[in-house]
């Protein structure tokens, strides 16, 4: 197809037109782009919709055990679960480990990825050094922490050579200290590749932002929370929910390795009683209905997150 236009002088060129995509086309590659995705829809309804619903299934049955016949429990499970004092006591460490563990996890990491994305002297080396926990497999960082914290511990050993044996203490082992002790270690597990994430963030926002912010005299911790920080505060909303997820989720192996969610219930947590109840007590309608609860606290603290943190423009 081809039109007629003008060119200087008056005379006519014609040139080539290209013509608008028929309907036919559109709906072809519309099915084309849908068959791409029944594998991948597919895998997500099989192994991701599909024991979320076999977690609400469950939690309705009185299962003891794998192999043991299941009957219907109706709300006996849920009756079960708020009676026992077990659960609050998780309730309770789980919202003083997400309260404590997420902010301080994102604002270090935010104020070490901010200083790392200034490229000081050695920032390609301070990178991999910040990204070496997270290359740490979890036992090896429990073994980590069992060596610092045990009764005979580097902690208690360099407390004694200061002159502070008072405060030496069974830390993994005391009411007082095991929950703390764990936070701890999420904290440091976590830290550092989460500052890797915001340097590289930070490392995209255009210079000359930072530039015009020293320009009007703006210091670097007035330029790190009033400059740059609106700029990437969807970025920090996403790591936010993944740490808040992987808190929350996680520390069931932390739990396990550490303190077996002693002494008592003290560092008793929801993720670590789902599967305290499931594997060991052999009470899976019980172990679900605890994990109703912590999907439940997932899905609302993945949407206070993303409120707090969406873009106001």
Do not use: C
Not at 97 to 121: D, E, H, N, T
Not at 240 to 268: D, I, K
């Amino acid at each position: 197809m081809t039109m007629l236009s003008s060119a200087p002088g008056g005379a006519s060129v014609r040139g080539p037109v290209t013509p608008p995509p028929s309907a036919l086309t559109t709906k072809r590659r519309t099915q084309g782009g849908v068959i791409l995705a029944v594998p991948a829809l597919v895998w997500y309804l099989v192994f991701m919709v599909g024991p979320l619903v076999a977690i609400f299934v469950i939690a309705a049955l009185h299962w003891p055990g794998m192999l043991q016949p299941v009957s219907f429990a109706g709300t006996g499970n849920i009756s079960a679960v708020l009676d026992d004092p077990v659960f609050w006591d998780a309730v309770r460490n789980t919202a003083v480990q997400l309260a404590v563990a997420v902010p301080l996890m994102i604002i270090g990491a935010y104020m070490l990825g901010y200083y790392v994305a200034q490229k000081p002297p050695g920032h390609r080396v301070l990178r991999y050094l910040l990204f070496i926990p997270g290359l740490i497999s979890t036992p090896a960082k429990a073994m980590v922490f069992y060596a610092v914290l045990s009764p005979d511990g580097l902690l208690n050993g360099a407390l004694d050579k200061a002159g502070l044996g008072s405060l030496t203490d069974a830390w993994l082992a005391s009411p007082s200290t095991a929950l703390g002790s764990l936070i701890l270690l999420d904290v440091w597990s976590g830290i550092g590749f989460t500052a890797v994430l915001f340097a590289a963030r930070l490392g995209s926002v255009p210079d000359e932002i930072g530039e015009a912010a020293q320009l009007d005299g703006a210091g670097h911790w007035r330029a790190m929370w009033r400059i740059h920080f609106p700029v990437i505060r969807d970025f920090v909303g996403v790591v936010t929910m993944l740490q808040f997820l992987w808190t929350l989720f996680g520390s069931a192996q932390n739990v396990l390795l550490l303190t077996q969610g002693g002494p008592g219930s003290s560092s008793t947590t929801l993720s670590f009683l789902v599967y305290q109840k499931a594997f060991i007590a052999a009470d899976l309608g019980y172990s679900q209905t605890v994990g109703v609860a912590l999907f439940l606290v997932g899905l609302a603290g993945l949407l206070t997150i993303r409120r707090v943190f969406r873009q106001n423009y």
